[in-house]
Every structure is written in structure tokens, then in C-alpha cells.
């Protein structure tokens, strides 16, 4: 009799103990609810009415070192420094197709412990009152990418050609749909919350850096990018859908294609690609020193103008969407580099968004590549910065960010 009543005190807080678990994660889902969802209202980016401005960041590697218990505090403190210097957008990657401890073994099957890393990344960004975008495959071979899901497809009997199959191969495009739909409906280990009902989550990237050139005309990924945008549509209305765009021209706009592209022709399309139903904003990267290659600081600045009137223009004017500079930054190894003329280049950007949105235009921020934290050297690539060290490009990024929040309250009081 002792047993059976121990074994009945057992079961009674086992049910006790399970209701406070889902009373907790409903009280947190109601929270972050509460917190709403970044929403497009013509060319602004609005939160709860009020518009949004987003000052931010590239950290494709937080999934990778929030799944290692010896490096997860590195997710953390990069989220402290970024916040405590005013940033409230970060990107990074939601893919990791094959290779050496991947997110995706292989179509379907998935590394539960590198899912919790990006869990980890979420539930602390969250904390921080940080908003991620995450993007859902990469179009280089870093990581897996096209090339992966192309091998995948020649190992499952798919006879390809290229890796430009990736956009149309029915069997590779399923491999893809159903990552889409494993992320989306992925429900957090440490908040209990699905992906697709998490405020923390920006916006949803269908490929970083698109390209196709087998396809110059722009149609291959016209329509795949039409396709995928309802796809995840169809799985999550909640958060906004960017298409991962360089900001190439192309066909569309003829006159800016031979005159702002730099000689740059890689099957996108800023324009068409970006007036496609599902897509809610517009994106654009910047790199200078990688288009112009070989040429000075003076003539790369001068792109560099006309490359952000153009589009923040288009995007007013064409698109009438809001606009995010994604991507953008400047390599730091090369022999002639001067730590001003990075200073410079960002100065240029943050101008150029802080005057667009102070005049009701439709650039609303910009992220850099990328953000790392001390003791990362492995991950340098020469574009890094690391915010807790006083330098005067961390002064200008924290200068930006002030600037973009007085702007927002600025908004809000002529709007209240």
C-alpha cells in the first residue's frame, strides 16, 4: 500500500510539474505576442504603429557556436556588446546542408543538437531585445548550399546539369520546401515557442546572394523566387519574406544595368525580382572593394553613392517597399588599406539611410558584415568588428544607432 501511494504521489507531481511547464511557455508565448511582429506599411517598417528603424549586424555563425557548450557564451556576449551599442537587428544563417557536423545530414534529416544552437541564438537575441533574420539556404557552396542540394538530387536519380538545376529541378526544389517547412514549424527547445509564431524572428531570407548565370534573362530565378515566396506564405503570414537580393539590375531596368551595375550580370533582377506577391521588402549588398576590385577608394566611394541614390530611389519610386542594406562593408588585409577609409565607407551608408528615412524614404537600415566577439580569430575574414574594442568605426556604428532612435521618436511623438 506504501508503494502504490508513492508511486501516486510520483504521478501527481509529474502532472503538477508538466502544467507549470506549459503554463510557463504559455506565459512567455503571450509575452512575445504582445511584443508583435515587425509588419511593411509602405516604405516603412512599422512595430506595433510606430515605425521601425533597424540598426544591425551579420553573425552567420551563431547556430554553429550556440551548439557548443565551450563556445555558446561567445552568442551571448556578441548580443550584450550589440545591444548595449544600440543595434536591434541581426542575420544569420538558419542552413548548414552536409559536410562535417551540419544542421542537414541530408534531405529530411536533421543534427537535433545543432537545432538547439540556433534555438540558443534565438532565445538570446530575444533577451536582448535583438530581432533576427534568418536566411534558409546559402547560394555558395559554404556550408552546402546549391551544390548540396544538387548532389542530393543526383543521389535520389535526378539526372543535372549544373548547380543552376537547384531552381528548377521539381525533386531539388521538394528537398528545399521541405527545409523551409522544418524550420518555420520548428518549435524552440528552451521557449517552446514555433518559429513561425516568434516575434524575435525579423523576417525570413529564401537564399543568400541568389544568382544564376546560366539565366541572364532573369526568368530562372524570377520563378523560383515566386514559387518559394508562397511556399513559406502558405506556412507563415506572421513574419516578413525578403529574397536574399544582391541588388543587381536587370532586364527590367536596362538604363541601370549598363549604367550602376558593376558589370556585374548574375540572373537577378532588383526590380522584378523584388515586385514579386510574398516579398515585403526590398535588399541590396555593398562591397566595392570586391566589384571594383583594382580600383581607388575615391572611385569606390563614387559608386558607392551612386549604388544607394539608385536604389533607395527605385525603392521609393518602383517598389514603393521598404528598403534594408543587408549586407555592406570593407576588407581590412589588403595592403593599401586605411582604417579611414572604412570610417568613411560607413559614414557614407549610415548617411545616406539616416537621410532617407529622415525624409520619409524607404531606407531603413543597414547591417554590416560582420560581427564577431573576442577570441574568435578563426572567424576573421578581414570585414570583422568587434564592438567592445573604442575604435572610431564602433564610435560611428553607435552614433548611427543613436541617431536612428531619436528618429524614431521623433516619428512616434508627431504621430501620437
Same mark, same amino acid.
Given at each position: 500500500?506504501?508503494? %502504490?501511494?508513492?508511486?501516486?504521489?510520483?504521478?501527481?507531481?509529474?502532472?503538477?510539474?508538466?502544467?507549470?511547464?506549459? =503554463?510557463?511557455?504559455?506565459?512567455? $508565448?503571450?509575452?512575445?505576442?504582445?511584443?508583435?511582429?515587425?509588419?511593411?506599411?509602405?516604405?516603412?517598417?512599422?512595430?506595433? &504603429?510606430?515605425?521601425?528603424?533597424?540598426?544591425?549586424?551579420?553573425?552567420?555563425?551563431?547556430? %554553429?557556436?550556440?551548439?557548443?557548450?565551450?563556445?555558446?557564451?561567445?552568442?551571448?556576449?556578441?548580443?550584450?556588446?550589440?545591444?548595449?551599442?544600440?543595434? /536591434?537587428? @541581426?542575420?544569420?544563417?538558419?542552413?548548414?546542408?552536409?559536410?562535417?557536423?551540419?544542421?542537414?545530414?541530408?534531405?529530411?534529416?536533421?543534427?537535433?543538437? %545543432?537545432?538547439? @544552437?540556433?534555438?540558443?541564438?534565438?532565445?538570446?537575441?530575444?533577451?536582448?531585445?535583438?530581432?533576427?533574420?534568418?536566411?534558409?539556404?546559402?547560394?555558395?557552396?559554404?556550408?552546402?548550399?546549391?551544390?548540396?542540394?544538387?548532389?542530393?538530387?543526383?543521389?535520389?536519380?535526378?539526372?543535372?546539369? /549544373?548547380?543552376?538545376?537547384?531552381?528548377?529541378?521539381?525533386?531539388?526544389?521538394?528537398?528545399?520546401?521541405?527545409?523551409?517547412?522544418?524550420?518555420?514549424?520548428?518549435?524552440?527547445?528552451?521557449?517552446?515557442?514555433?518559429?513561425?509564431?516568434?516575434?524575435?524572428?525579423?523576417?525570413?531570407?529564401?537564399?543568400?546572394?541568389?544568382?544564376?548565370?546560366?539565366?541572364?534573362?532573369? &526568368?530562372?530565378? $524570377?520563378?523560383?523566387?515566386?514559387?518559394?515566396?508562397?511556399?513559406?506564405?502558405?506556412?507563415?503570414?506572421?513574419?516578413?519574406?525578403?529574397?536574399?537580393?544582391?541588388?543587381?539590375?536587370?532586364?527590367?531596368?536596362?538604363?541601370?544595368?549598363?549604367?550602376?551595375?558593376?558589370?556585374?550580370?548574375? @540572373?537577378?533582377?532588383?526590380?522584378?525580382?523584388?515586385?514579386?506577391?510574398?516579398?515585403?521588402?526590398?535588399?541590396?549588398?555593398?562591397?566595392?572593394?570586391?566589384?571594383?576590385? @583594382?580600383?581607388?577608394?575615391?572611385?569606390?566611394?563614387?559608386?558607392?553613392?551612386?549604388? =544607394?541614390?539608385?536604389?533607395?530611389?527605385?525603392?521609393?519610386?518602383? =517598389?514603393?517597399?521598404?528598403?534594408?542594406?543587408?549586407?555592406?562593408?570593407?576588407?581590412?588585409?589588403?595592403?593599401?588599406?586605411?582604417?579611414?577609409?572604412?570610417?568613411? =565607407?560607413?559614414?557614407?551608408?549610415?548617411?545616406?539611410?539616416?537621410?532617407?528615412? &529622415?525624409?520619409?524614404? /524607404?531606407?531603413?537600415?543597414?547591417?554590416?558584415?560582420?560581427?564577431?566577439?573576442?577570441?574568435?580569430?578563426?572567424?576573421?575574414?578581414?570585414?570583422?568588428?568587434?564592438?567592445?574594442?573604442?575604435?572610431?568605426?564602433?564610435?560611428?556604428?553607435?552614433?548611427?544607432? $543613436?541617431?536612428?532612435?531619436?528618429?524614431?521618436?521623433?516619428?512616434?511623438?508627431?504621430?501620437?
Amino acid at each position: 500500500m506504501r508503494e %502504490m501511494n508513492k508511486k501516486k504521489e510520483m504521478h501527481v507531481w509529474a502532472v503538477v510539474f508538466s502544467a507549470l511547464i506549459l =503554463l510557463t511557455q504559455h506565459r512567455l $508565448q503571450s509575452q512575445v505576442a504582445a511584443e508583435g511582429f515587425i509588419r511593411a506599411k509602405g516604405l516603412n517598417f512599422v512595430l506595433n &504603429r510606430n515605425k521601425f528603424l533597424a540598426n544591425g549586424f551579420n553573425a552567420y555563425w551563431l547556430m %554553429m557556436l550556440g551548439s557548443d557548450p565551450s563556445q555558446k557564451s561567445k552568442v551571448t556576449s556578441a548580443f550584450r556588446e550589440a545591444s548595449g551599442h544600440g543595434l /536591434s537587428v @541581426g542575420r544569420t544563417w538558419a542552413f548548414s546542408d552536409g559536410g562535417s557536423n551540419p544542421l542537414q545530414y541530408s534531405p529530411g534529416s536533421y543534427n537535433e543538437n %545543432m537545432f538547439k @544552437g540556433l534555438d540558443f541564438a534565438l532565445a538570446e537575441a530575444r533577451k536582448y531585445n535583438i530581432r533576427l533574420i534568418l536566411s534558409l539556404v546559402n547560394n555558395y557552396d559554404n556550408m552546402g548550399g546549391r551544390k548540396q542540394y544538387v548532389e542530393w538530387g543526383r543521389t535520389h536519380g535526378q539526372t543535372v546539369k /549544373s548547380e543552376d538545376d537547384f531552381y528548377t529541378n521539381s525533386v531539388i526544389k521538394g528537398f528545399y520546401k521541405k527545409h523551409v517547412k522544418t524550420v518555420l514549424t520548428r518549435i524552440n527547445s528552451l521557449t517552446g515557442i514555433a518559429y513561425k509564431d516568434d516575434p524575435t524572428i525579423f523576417a525570413w531570407e529564401l537564399m543568400n546572394e541568389p544568382r544564376c548565370q546560366s539565366d541572364q534573362s532573369g &526568368r530562372t530565378i $524570377q520563378g523560383w523566387i515566386t514559387e518559394m515566396a508562397g511556399h513559406v506564405k502558405s506556412i507563415d503570414r506572421n513574419h516578413l519574406l525578403e529574397a536574399g537580393l544582391e541588388g543587381f539590375y536587370g532586364p527590367s531596368s536596362m538604363q541601370n544595368q549598363n549604367r550602376v551595375n558593376p558589370k556585374f550580370f548574375v @540572373g537577378t533582377d532588383f526590380i522584378s525580382n523584388n515586385q514579386i506577391p510574398g516579398i515585403d521588402f526590398a535588399t541590396l549588398h555593398s562591397y566595392p572593394d570586391q566589384w571594383l576590385s @583594382g580600383s581607388n577608394d575615391l572611385t569606390q566611394l563614387i559608386f558607392l553613392n551612386k549604388w =544607394l541614390d539608385t536604389h533607395i530611389k527605385d525603392s521609393n519610386e518602383i =517598389l514603393q517597399k521598404p528598403l534594408l542594406l543587408t549586407e555592406f562593408g570593407k576588407y581590412s588585409k589588403g595592403s593599401r588599406f586605411e582604417n579611414s577609409d572604412r570610417d568613411q =565607407l560607413y559614414r557614407t551608408v549610415y548617411n545616406k539611410i539616416y537621410w532617407s528615412a &529622415r525624409n520619409k524614404g /524607404s531606407a531603413a537600415g543597414g547591417l554590416f558584415w560582420q560581427l564577431l566577439t573576442e577570441g574568435m580569430d578563426s572567424y576573421k575574414d578581414g570585414y570583422e568588428i568587434i564592438l567592445n574594442r573604442n575604435t572610431p568605426t564602433v564610435k560611428i556604428i553607435s552614433l548611427e544607432s $543613436q541617431k536612428l532612435h531619436y528618429l524614431g521618436k521623433l516619428f512616434q511623438q508627431k504621430n501620437g
